[in-house]
Nanobody, 123 residues
């Protein structure tokens, strides 16, 4: 069973940076995709970034392009999300997600989730 544990969230001022981490366990082969989603109170869940290990391709939501960078360290089984130039509208719970077998993908309704890490950005 896939387990995902996020860390790295926190409270920062606008313009600041954070690096979120997600340690994955329970599956020893390449995932079809791994990604990050976020959800703010009263808003729909949004897929912000995804990584596809087979070819190294990435996906970013328009709202985060140029500020967020997703990467995967296979040796550490850890997915990262580097965030720069944080904005108050980035405030949300950030969830790590994974799809081992190309079922529902990582951008909207992934089959595996972590517990989330809170990011709060003050103006």
């Amino acid at each position: 069973q896939v387990q995902l544990v996020e860390s790295g969230g926190g409270s920062v001022q606008a313009g600041g940076s954070l690096r979120l981490s997600c340690v994955a366990s329970g599956y020893t082969y390449n995932y079809f995709c791994m990604g990050w989603l976020r959800q703010a109170p009263g808003k729909e869940r949004e897929g912000v970034a995804a990584f596809y290990p087979a070819d190294g391709s990435t996906y970013y939501a328009d709202s985060v392009k140029g500020r967020f960078t997703i990467s995967l360290d296979n040796a550490k089984n850890t997915l990262y999300l580097q965030i720069h130039s944080l904005k108050p509208e980035d405030t949300a719970m950030y969830y790590c997600a994974a799809d081992p077998f190309k079922s529902t993908g990582c951008q909207r309704n992934p089959p595996n989730w972590g517990q989330g890490t809170q990011v709060t950005v003050s103006s």
